[in-house]
Protein backbone atom coordinates (compact mmCIF):
# COMPACT_ATOMS: atom_id res chain seq x y z
CA UNK A 1 0.00 0.00 0.00
CA UNK A 2 2.97 2.58 1.22
CA UNK A 3 4.37 1.86 -2.57
CA UNK A 4 1.26 1.98 -4.81
CA UNK A 5 0.69 5.54 -2.21
CA UNK A 6 4.23 6.61 -3.37
CA UNK A 7 3.82 5.93 -6.77
CA UNK A 8 1.03 7.62 -6.97
CA UNK A 9 1.87 10.57 -5.42
CA UNK A 10 5.03 10.91 -8.16
CA UNK A 11 3.18 9.97 -11.16
CA UNK A 12 1.02 13.66 -9.80
CA UNK A 13 4.01 15.49 -9.24
CA UNK A 14 4.98 14.68 -12.64
CA UNK A 15 1.84 15.68 -14.13
CA UNK A 16 1.70 18.87 -11.80
CA UNK A 17 5.04 20.02 -12.60
CA UNK A 18 4.54 19.94 -16.50
CA UNK A 19 1.00 21.39 -15.50
CA UNK A 20 3.12 24.84 -14.16
CA UNK A 21 5.72 24.58 -16.21
CA UNK A 22 2.96 26.20 -19.17
CA UNK A 23 2.91 29.74 -19.66
CA UNK A 24 3.79 32.85 -18.22
CA UNK A 25 1.63 35.89 -18.66
CA UNK A 26 2.75 39.09 -18.45
CA UNK A 27 0.46 42.53 -18.79
CA UNK A 28 3.11 44.50 -19.60
CA UNK A 29 6.13 44.56 -22.02
CA UNK A 30 8.54 45.73 -19.58
CA UNK A 31 7.72 42.23 -17.47
CA UNK A 32 7.35 40.43 -21.03
CA UNK A 33 10.61 40.92 -22.08
CA UNK A 34 12.29 39.71 -18.64
CA UNK A 35 11.24 36.59 -19.62
CA UNK A 36 12.68 36.96 -23.08
CA UNK A 37 16.44 36.59 -24.34
CA UNK A 38 17.68 38.98 -26.25
CA UNK A 39 16.02 41.45 -28.77
CA UNK A 40 12.48 40.58 -29.54
CA UNK A 41 11.78 41.28 -32.89
CA UNK A 42 8.96 43.48 -33.92
CA UNK A 43 6.51 43.46 -36.72
CA UNK A 44 6.87 46.77 -38.75
CA UNK A 45 3.13 46.96 -40.09
CA UNK A 46 4.32 47.36 -43.22
CA UNK A 47 1.28 45.98 -45.80
CA UNK A 48 1.90 44.85 -49.35
CA UNK A 49 -0.77 43.91 -51.63
CA UNK A 50 -3.80 45.74 -51.10
CA UNK A 51 -5.53 46.20 -47.76
CA UNK A 52 -8.07 43.26 -47.78
CA UNK A 53 -7.05 39.77 -47.03
CA UNK A 54 -9.90 37.58 -47.90
CA UNK A 55 -8.44 34.76 -49.56
CA UNK A 56 -7.65 31.21 -47.86
CA UNK A 57 -3.57 32.09 -47.77
CA UNK A 58 -4.34 35.14 -45.30
CA UNK A 59 -1.86 37.85 -44.62
CA UNK A 60 2.20 37.06 -43.85
CA UNK A 61 2.83 38.92 -40.65
CA UNK A 62 6.37 39.32 -40.74
CA UNK A 63 8.16 38.74 -37.46
CA UNK A 64 11.66 39.27 -38.08
CA UNK A 65 14.46 36.56 -37.95
CA UNK A 66 11.58 34.33 -35.88
CA UNK A 67 9.93 33.55 -39.06
CA UNK A 68 6.64 34.51 -40.42
CA UNK A 69 3.38 34.09 -38.85
CA UNK A 70 0.17 32.96 -41.40
CA UNK A 71 -2.91 34.89 -40.56
CA UNK A 72 -5.78 33.16 -41.75
CA UNK A 73 -9.75 34.37 -41.43
CA UNK A 74 -12.34 35.44 -40.00
CA UNK A 75 -14.65 32.97 -41.93
CA UNK A 76 -12.89 32.05 -45.20
CA UNK A 77 -16.01 33.36 -47.15
CA UNK A 78 -18.11 36.77 -46.73
CA UNK A 79 -15.65 38.54 -44.41
CA UNK A 80 -11.95 39.10 -44.52
CA UNK A 81 -9.03 40.48 -42.68
CA UNK A 82 -8.39 44.55 -43.61
CA UNK A 83 -6.11 46.97 -42.99
CA UNK A 84 -7.59 50.09 -40.96
CA UNK A 85 -4.62 52.69 -41.34
CA UNK A 86 -6.90 55.26 -39.20
CA UNK A 87 -7.87 53.10 -35.76
CA UNK A 88 -7.72 55.74 -32.95
CA UNK A 89 -5.94 54.05 -29.92
CA UNK A 90 -7.20 56.18 -27.08
CA UNK A 91 -3.94 54.41 -24.70
CA UNK A 92 -1.67 56.22 -26.53
CA UNK A 93 -3.86 58.71 -28.16
CA UNK A 94 -3.02 58.21 -31.61
CA UNK A 95 -3.81 56.69 -34.53
CA UNK A 96 -2.37 53.38 -35.48
CA UNK A 97 -2.59 51.20 -38.50
CA UNK A 98 -3.95 47.86 -37.39
CA UNK A 99 -5.00 44.19 -38.72
CA UNK A 100 -8.56 44.27 -38.42
CA UNK A 101 -10.39 41.11 -38.32
CA UNK A 102 -14.55 40.88 -38.82
CA UNK A 103 -17.43 42.12 -36.59
CA UNK A 104 -19.83 38.22 -37.16
CA UNK A 105 -18.72 36.67 -33.64
CA UNK A 106 -18.10 33.37 -35.89
CA UNK A 107 -15.13 34.09 -37.74
CA UNK A 108 -11.28 34.50 -36.18
CA UNK A 109 -7.91 35.29 -36.13
CA UNK A 110 -6.03 32.66 -36.76
CA UNK A 111 -2.43 32.78 -36.40
CA UNK A 112 0.11 29.93 -37.59
CA UNK A 113 3.69 29.85 -36.59
CA UNK A 114 6.84 28.41 -38.88
CA UNK A 115 6.89 24.68 -38.43
CA UNK A 116 9.55 25.01 -34.77
CA UNK A 117 6.77 27.41 -33.45
CA UNK A 118 7.44 30.16 -30.94
CA UNK A 119 8.19 30.30 -27.06
CA UNK A 120 7.65 33.90 -26.49
CA UNK A 121 5.75 36.39 -28.57
CA UNK A 122 3.32 39.42 -27.17
CA UNK A 123 0.09 41.37 -28.77
CA UNK A 124 -1.05 44.38 -28.60
CA UNK A 125 -4.78 44.11 -28.85
CA UNK A 126 -7.76 46.84 -29.51
CA UNK A 127 -11.27 46.09 -30.94
CA UNK A 128 -13.81 48.44 -32.99
CA UNK A 129 -17.67 48.47 -32.62
CA UNK A 130 -18.94 46.75 -29.48
CA UNK A 131 -16.91 46.32 -26.27
CA UNK A 132 -16.53 42.49 -25.47
CA UNK A 133 -13.52 40.02 -24.18
CA UNK A 134 -10.96 38.70 -26.64
CA UNK A 135 -10.29 35.11 -25.92
CA UNK A 136 -6.44 34.17 -26.87
CA UNK A 137 -6.32 30.15 -27.77
CA UNK A 138 -3.03 28.92 -27.84
CA UNK A 139 -1.98 25.76 -29.58
CA UNK A 140 -1.55 23.53 -26.44
CA UNK A 141 -5.27 24.49 -25.42
CA UNK A 142 -4.68 27.12 -22.73
CA UNK A 143 -6.74 30.46 -23.13
CA UNK A 144 -6.43 33.89 -22.05
CA UNK A 145 -9.14 36.70 -21.50
CA UNK A 146 -8.43 40.57 -22.54
CA UNK A 147 -10.39 43.15 -22.54
CA UNK A 148 -9.21 45.96 -24.35
CA UNK A 149 -12.59 48.20 -24.57
CA UNK A 150 -13.68 49.79 -27.33
CA UNK A 151 -10.82 51.95 -29.09
CA UNK A 152 -8.48 51.20 -25.99
CA UNK A 153 -5.63 48.76 -26.24
CA UNK A 154 -4.29 45.95 -24.17
CA UNK A 155 -0.68 44.03 -23.98
CA UNK A 156 -0.74 40.35 -23.46
CA UNK A 157 2.92 38.37 -23.73
CA UNK A 158 3.49 35.25 -23.58
CA UNK A 159 6.47 33.01 -22.38
CA UNK A 160 6.74 29.03 -22.87
CA UNK A 161 9.05 26.49 -21.93
CA UNK A 162 7.42 24.56 -24.86
CA UNK A 163 6.80 25.94 -28.45
CA UNK A 164 3.34 27.58 -29.40
CA UNK A 165 2.98 26.62 -32.89
CA UNK A 166 -0.28 28.95 -33.65
CA UNK A 167 -3.39 30.83 -31.43
CA UNK A 168 -6.34 32.11 -32.49
CA UNK A 169 -8.38 35.64 -31.51
CA UNK A 170 -12.10 35.30 -30.85
CA UNK A 171 -14.60 37.73 -29.35
CA UNK A 172 -18.43 38.24 -29.84
CA UNK A 173 -20.55 39.10 -32.49
CA UNK A 174 -20.41 43.56 -33.20
CA UNK A 175 -16.96 43.56 -31.98
CA UNK A 176 -14.02 43.81 -34.23
CA UNK A 177 -10.96 42.58 -32.98
CA UNK A 178 -7.69 44.85 -34.18
CA UNK A 179 -4.51 43.55 -33.80
CA UNK A 180 -1.84 46.63 -32.77
CA UNK A 181 1.05 45.21 -32.22
CA UNK A 182 3.15 41.95 -32.58
CA UNK A 183 7.01 41.50 -30.81
CA UNK A 184 8.10 37.68 -31.22
CA UNK A 185 11.13 36.09 -29.30
CA UNK A 186 13.07 33.37 -27.48
CA UNK A 187 11.94 32.02 -23.91
CA UNK A 188 14.30 32.18 -21.21
CA UNK A 189 12.37 29.72 -19.49
CA UNK A 190 14.26 26.11 -19.18
CA UNK A 191 12.86 23.15 -20.71
CA UNK A 192 11.35 21.44 -17.73
CA UNK A 193 11.55 17.88 -19.48
CA UNK A 194 14.00 15.94 -18.16
CA UNK A 195 12.97 16.30 -13.84
CA UNK A 196 9.52 15.56 -14.99
CA UNK A 197 9.93 12.73 -17.19
CA UNK A 198 12.10 11.34 -13.83
CA UNK A 199 9.29 11.69 -11.32
CA UNK A 200 7.31 9.68 -14.21
CA UNK A 201 9.16 7.03 -14.92
CA UNK A 202 9.75 6.15 -11.68
CA UNK A 203 6.13 6.80 -10.46
CA UNK A 204 5.04 4.69 -13.51
CA UNK A 205 7.78 1.67 -12.59
CA UNK A 206 6.50 1.60 -8.76
CA UNK A 207 2.66 1.08 -10.25
CA UNK A 208 4.26 -1.52 -12.59
CA UNK A 209 5.88 -3.61 -9.91
CA UNK A 210 3.20 -3.24 -7.33
CA UNK A 211 0.22 -4.90 -10.06
CA UNK A 212 2.76 -7.39 -10.94
CA UNK A 213 3.56 -8.20 -6.93
CA UNK A 214 -0.11 -8.10 -6.48
CA UNK A 215 -0.63 -11.02 -9.51
CA UNK A 216 2.18 -13.04 -7.82
CA UNK A 217 0.91 -12.77 -4.68
CA UNK A 218 -2.56 -13.70 -6.17
CA UNK A 219 -1.04 -16.65 -8.05
CA UNK A 220 0.77 -18.48 -5.30
CA UNK A 221 -2.63 -18.23 -2.96
CA UNK A 222 -4.56 -19.76 -5.45
CA UNK A 223 -2.17 -22.88 -5.86
CA UNK A 224 -1.78 -23.06 -2.08
Known amino acids: MKIKLLAAMLFSA ?18 WTSTVTGTPAEWDFSFSGGSSYSSAAGYTLNAGSYGPFT ?27 TLEGASDGVGSMVFT ?17 AASPITVTLSDGETFSVSPGVNGNQFIGFSSATAITSFTLTTASGSNIELTDFDAGA ?15 IGSGLLFFFARGRKFSSLFRTKA
Do not use: H, K
Open 187 to 201: SSQPEPAAEVTTLSM
Open 113 to 129: APSAGLTAFSLGLGELG
Open 71 to 97: VTGPDGSGYSLNENPGYFDSTTSQNVT
Open 14 to 31: AIAARLNATEIVTASYAA
